[in-house]
């Protein structure tokens, strides 16, 4: 309302001006008109100018505005006029420039689920021991026959006869009682060249409420003759004659249970003793009596071991007493990560030679990767007692008359590392150094010109150091498979002696066993010995490394009745063991084993 009152005023004022003017020039002779110059317009004219162009040009292609635009310039340059737009600015744009895009309906929004908190009404613990477990109750399982006994029975190349037994009372949880036979005999293809192994015993144990009573007698001969000899410069005689080796041992024990309660004293008796007699008429005959006392303290076990070994080795040529008293007393530490033990061993030999010594008996096991990595050290000691038994246990072809001479191991020192790298892996690893007084050592004590081809035993008199490393590993994921191994290394520094007579100085075994299914499954075995050397007519013999590798398989027929066969050397190498004793070559046997 307000413009529009001075926008009237406006119009009357300039009427009254253009109507005196015009009554002025009434009568006046109307001169000609010169011709006035074109006043050029200035910058701010031209932009009025060009403002009402385009607003001119924008009402055109828009609504038409109600009052029209008059820009006005004064003489001084600036706009006086007021420009009134009445309609909304609608640009127009050509069909090409146009962008045309479709709206996204699809809701981008996530979906966030209605959180609900329900507290715990539950009081906080602050023992951080670990608890014991509640039994999980395991579904009742139907009855199944369980079948106590078994036999075998083979036969193979090389004459090879096999057979086996063993029979046992059955599942009775406070009484076993049992007995075994077994029987391996083959022939190879040098002449004399066989051996038989007959092994047979009963047994028995009954576990009381408090104390557990067990015993046990065993019979153990085994034959073989004496063939071998210098293939390159063979004897024109040779004493092939037989040996044999026969031993009855028994003993008996009582032991308290063990229960698992605070301050428990534990104890164990254990009597025994064994007659041992060969082709030569030597005999070993002994008795030993051992046990232990301990008493359980918190995280303490205090208690001594030891040992009373009555023994008298008779030959052609010697009558020797070789007893011995061993006593270990100990403490032992366990904690959460680690394991001490410290003791020592005080062992007194009395008969044909008295001397007494006292060793360390200590080891430590710290857990440095819990559960699966344990560090251990250890240092020890003791008595070795020289045994003909032993000694034709290892070497079955000695001759007559072996001396016997107890060997000392002064101190064993060892460091290593034990445990699981991965579920069903586990390992140990160690390095040794060792000083044994008086070593035993097999050597050759051959005399072709009349036939003699015998070893015997020699002892390194004095200190000898033996230094090495030993590794073992066991692969078993599973109850159907296990793979397992042992490595040796062993160098030795002798006292007296030139060589470690019959010693190697790396060994390597392994062995599997697979169950393939239900029916099938297979065993392998694989041994690998370094070389040896052994002394014959005074000069260093080499004896050559070897590798054996043996396998079988058993197939289960039926519930009762199964099928084997054994395969050993299958590499069929002939290697020697001792010097001019090859080992039988290439042998297969199989048969058929029965349960009930």
Not at 311 to 338: C, W
Request: net charge positive.
């Amino acid at each position: 309302m307000k413009h529009t009152c001075k926008y009237t005023l406006i119009t009357v004022l300039a009427i009254l001006c253009f109507a005196n003017a015009d009554a002025q020039q009434k009568g006046k002779t109307k001169p000609v008109p010169a011709k006035t110059p074109v006043k050029k317009q200035t910058v701010q004219e031209k932009k009025v100018s060009n403002l009402a162009k385009s607003l001119t040009d924008t009402v055109k292609g828009g609504a038409k505005p109600a009052k029209p635009i008059i820009p006005v310039v004064e003489n001084n340059g600036t706009l006086s006029e007021e420009i009134i737009v009445t309609t909304a600015y609608k640009p127009v744009l050509a069909d090409a420039v146009k962008i045309r895009r479709n709206p996204d309906l699809e809701d981008q929004d996530p979906f966030k689920a209605p959180l609900t908190y329900k507290p715990l009404d539950k009081t906080l613990q602050q023992d951080t021991s670990i608890r014991q477990f509640d039994p999980i109750k395991l579904p009742r399982e139907s009855a199944t026959e369980l079948d106590n006994n078994y036999a075998k029975v083979g036969i193979g190349n090389l004459k090879t006869s096999f057979g086996e037994v063993y029979i046992n009372n059955g599942a009775d949880p406070a009484l076993q009682a049992g007995a075994w036979f077994k029987h391996l005999a083959q022939s190879g293809p040098l002449a004399q060249q066989n051996y038989n192994k007959e092994d047979l015993g009963i047994f028995g144990k009954s576990i009381g409420d408090v104390n557990s009573l067990s015993g046990r007698i065993n019979y153990k001969y085994t034959g073989n003759s004496f063939y071998g000899y210098d293939e390159l410069n063979p004897p024109t005689v040779l004493n092939t004659g037989k040996q044999h080796f026969s031993t009855l041992s028994g003993e008996a024990e009582l032991a308290k249970n063990y229960k698992d309660v605070d301050k428990q004293f534990i104890y164990a008796l254990k009597v025994g003793g064994s007659m041992f007699s060969n082709a030569y008429k030597a005999s070993e005959n002994n008795i030993i009596a051992s046990g232990y006392i301990n008493q359980t303290i918190s995280d303490f076990y205090v208690g001594v071991s030891g040992s009373v070994d009555f023994t008298n080795v008779k030959d052609s040529l010697y009558s020797i007493s070789n007893n011995i008293i061993r006593a270990n007393p100990y403490i032992k530490f366990q904690g959460e990560n680690y394991k001490i033990d410290a003791g020592i061993t005080i062992v007194n030999q009395f008969g044909s030679k008295t001397q007494f010594n006292i060793f360390p008996a200590a080891r430590l096991e710290w857990q440095i990767v819990p559960k699966y990595i344990r560090l251990f050290a250890e240092a020890s000691g003791d008595v070795n007692k020289a045994s003909i038994r032993d000694f034709s246990e290892t070497n079955p072809f000695l001759g007559a008359n072996v001396p016997i001479q107890n060997s000392i191991d002064q101190l064993d020192l060892s460091v290593g590392l034990k445990g699981m790298l991965a579920p069903g892996l586990g390992f140990k690893a160690s390095i040794f150094r060792n000083s044994v007084k008086d070593m035993p050592l097999f050597v050759s004590n051959f005399d072709f010109t009349k036939g003699y081809n015998r070893f015997t035993v020699v002892y390194d008199n004095g200190k000898s150091r033996v230094s090495g490393f030993n590794g073992e590993l066991d692969y078993k994921p599973s109850s159907d498979f296990d793979l397992f191994g042992r490595v040796e290394f062993k160098d030795y520094q002798l006292a007296t002696e030139a060589k470690a007579w019959n010693l190697p100085t790396f060994k390597l075994t392994a062995g599997t066993v697979i169950r393939i299914n239900n029916l099938i499954s297979v065993n392998g075995s694989l041994m690998f010995r370094g070389n040896t050397n052994d002394s014959y007519n005074s000069q260093v013999v080499k004896i050559s490394s070897f590798v054996d590798l043996s396998g079988g398989v058993e197939y289960k027929a039926t519930n009762k009745i199964s099928i084997f066969v054994q395969v050993n050397n299958l590499l069929s190498n002939n290697y020697q063991n001792w010097l001019y004793y090859p080992n039988y070559g290439f042998n297969i046997f199989g048969g058929l084993g029965y349960r009930f």
